[in-house]
Antibody
Framework: QVQLKESGPGLVQPSQTLSLTCTVS????????VHWVRQPPGKGLEWMGR???????SYNSALKSRLSISRDTSKNQVFLKMNSLQTDDTGTYYC?????????WGQGVMVTVSS | DIQMTQSPSFLSASVGDRVTINCKAS??????LNWYQQKLGEAPKRLIY???NLQTGIPSRFSGSGSGTDYTLTISSLQPEDFATYFC?????????FGGGTKLELK
């Protein structure tokens, strides 16, 4: 069945770079887009960007200068890198498959930005 | 960006109640509106896609309606497992934007 699982460090220091991995199964990254979405504690969800099935990327303009999304299709993985982290980047980060917009989601990974 | 205003933020109800949750978009989103259920520590689950299409495996007590800027999720008869947080997503245009969420609690 379709599964997505996020992984990465739970704690990142301010000004450092966040690196997350979304490992997928049950579908091909060359057939579906995968998006990243985040949620600060107690706040709403924010769309961050996407990796298209053909390898193209799109980013939220608010994050574009700090964000990079890439993939390794042989490993069924999509990567998120975001630099210059600040405390307001703390939150839960999700990856989601775009099968008609966000049909399946991972459980999310909590990231805390703190020294 | 399209703003999504979801109401209410909190809803207290009893098993068997009929409840509605609303999302209002800041502009026409052409029915590209999905609804999700989220329980603590779990992945969000899509309930409804494109306004009124029930996701496979989701009980028929869930339904969606709307057009233009106004959309509604209805749960016809609340079951114990329905107490959770619900949110909407517009995917008419990028960036996708989400409603602020509705926490449905047991009265």
């Amino acid at each position: 069945q379709v599964q997505l699982k996020e992984s990465g460090p739970g704690l990142v220091q301010p000004s450092q770079t966040l690196s997350l991995t979304c490992t997928v199964s049950g579908f091909s990254l060359t057939s579906y887009n995968v998006h990243w979405v985040r949620q600060p504690p107690g706040k709403g969800l924010e769309w961050m960007g996407r990796m298209r099935y053909n390898g193209d990327t799109s980013y939220n303009s608010a994050l574009k200068s700090r964000l990079s999304i890439s993939r390794d299709t042989s490993k069924n993985q999509v990567f998120l890198k975001m630099n210059s982290l600040q405390t307001d980047d703390t939150g839960t980060y999700y990856c989601t498959r775009d099968g008609g917009a966000a049909d399946y989601w991972g459980q999310g990974v909590m990231v805390t930005v703190s020294s | 960006d399209i703003q999504m205003t979801q109401s209410p933020s909190f809803l207290s109800a009893s098993v068997g109640d009929r409840v509605t949750i609303n999302c209002k978009a800041s502009q026409n989103i052409n029915k590209y509106l999905n609804w999700y259920q989220q329980k603590l520590g779990e992945a969000p689950k899509r309930l409804i896609y494109n306004t009124n299409n029930l996701q496979t495996g989701i009980p028929s007590r869930f339904s969606g309606s709307g057009s233009g800027t106004d959309y509604t999720l209805t749960i016809s008869s609340l079951q114990p497992e329905d107490f959770a947080t619900y949110f909407c997503l517009q995917h008419n245009s990028f960036p996708w934007t989400f409603g602020g969420g509705t926490k449905l609690e047991l009265k």
